[in-house]
């Protein structure tokens, strides 16, 4: 399994960007995908999360202004980010919980993270 993350890059502050994260491989089931993000020397920290049924939870900061989707056809999870500020500036990895079969285990994966830079 894999997660492909796409979509960051350079934005002036107030701008937009919307990052993807595709999950490739024999997947049965995901159940949580969700966001999150390392600024260089902080820890990571979550952005937000959305469940199989659409519920989402988001961290203080980026309510009002970021927005997770997700298209489970295609196994992917989407973060429109609007109102862009320089400390969203980080390194944003995608998250999954996905099991292989029914009765299998669930596993939880990283995608490879995408640079959001805002400038002021």
């Known amino acids: 399994v894999q997660l492909q993350a796409s979509g960051g890059g350079l934005v002036q502050a107030g701008g937009s960007l919307r990052l993807s994260c595709a999950a490739s491989g024999s997947i049965f089931s995901i159940n949580v995908m969700g966001w999150y993000r390392q600024a260089p020397g902080k820890q990571r920290e979550l952005v937000g999360i959305i469940t199989s049924g659409g519920s989402t939870t988001y961290a203080d900061s980026v309510k009002g202004r970021f927005t997770i989707s997700r298209d489970n056809a295609k196994n992917t999870v989407y973060l429109q980010m609007n109102s862009l500020k320089p400390e969203d500036t980080a390194v944003y990895y995608c998250?999954?919980?996905?099991?292989?079969?029914?009765?299998?285990?669930?596993?939880?994966?990283w995608g490879q993270g995408t640079q959001v830079t805002v400038s002021s």
């Open positions: 998250n999954a919980d996905l099991k292989y079969s029914i009765l299998g285990p669930w596993y939880n994966y």
